[in-house]
């Protein structure tokens, strides 16, 4: 299991409100505040750099946004303008959004708005876009109702990647495959091995020709 985001959010509110500087292993920023409009929002941080490390992987995640802030009785930092970095033994993702939530008590991140994929796995160039993507730690994946990548000649529109340490598994319900050619088929997952192989099923349902 991955270190619980709840450890670093604790140091989060403990250095701010001890009036320290945000500068610690696992976090930065270069102004923060107090902040006591209608008692609502707990803390407000600008241009915060949250980097975080994982007790039984090797993915470390980095967060960078240009404000931060929390709401009174939620154990939730929501973050503007999120440029997300995710990198592993064979993996390397770089995540853009508009905005997003850290809930930190269920080890979950989840992006919405015009959020964007970029990056390598498994020896493999990767492309990808989505309007929602919740990235759980725990399970070690990334979801969305709708999220199309770009890998080789295929355009790939799935629902979940799974981040397994030997194999990437792109899940669909059902998943489609596109090629360059317009051939559009229907499986319900597709697996890139650590070695950059794509591996299909061995059936395939053709959708068009």
Excluded at 4 to 20: M, P, R, T
Excluded at 88 to 99: A, E, R, V
Excluded at 126 to 133: L, M, S
Excluded at 146 to 173: A, Q, V
Aim: zero cysteines; hydrophobic letters at 40%; aromatic letters at 10%.
């Amino acid at each position: 299991m991955p270190k619980s985001l709840f450890v670093y959010i604790v140091a989060l509110f403990f250095l701010i409100g001890s009036a320290l500087f945000l500068s610690s292993f696992f976090l930065t920023t270069s102004s923060s505040e107090l902040i006591k409009q209608n008692n609502d929002i707990v803390f407000e941080a600008k241009n915060i750099s949250i980097n975080l490390g994982f007790k039984e992987s090797d993915f470390i995640l980095k967060v960078k946004s240009s404000m931060v802030n929390s709401l009174k009785e939620e154990k939730n930092l929501y973050v503007y303008q999120p440029k997300i970095d995710i990198s592993g033994k064979n993996t390397f993702l770089k995540i853009i959004s508009n905005k997003g939530t850290i809930a930190y008590d269920k080890n979950l991140l989840r992006l919405e708005n015009k959020t964007e994929i970029s990056g390598k796995t498994n020896n493999k160039n990767i492309i990808g876009k989505a309007d929602k993507i919740d990235v759980d730690f725990n399970k070690r994946n990334l979801s969305s109702d709708e999220l199309i990548l770009f890998i080789d000649e295929y355009e790939i529109s799935l629902n979940e990647i799974i981040l397994n340490d030997d194999e990437i598994i792109f899940k669909g319900n059902p998943l489609y495959l596109k090629d360059n050619e317009g051939i559009v088929t229907e499986t319900p997952l597709v697996k890139l091995k650590s070695n950059g192989e794509l591996i299909f099923p061995s059936k395939l349902n053709i959708k068009n020709y």
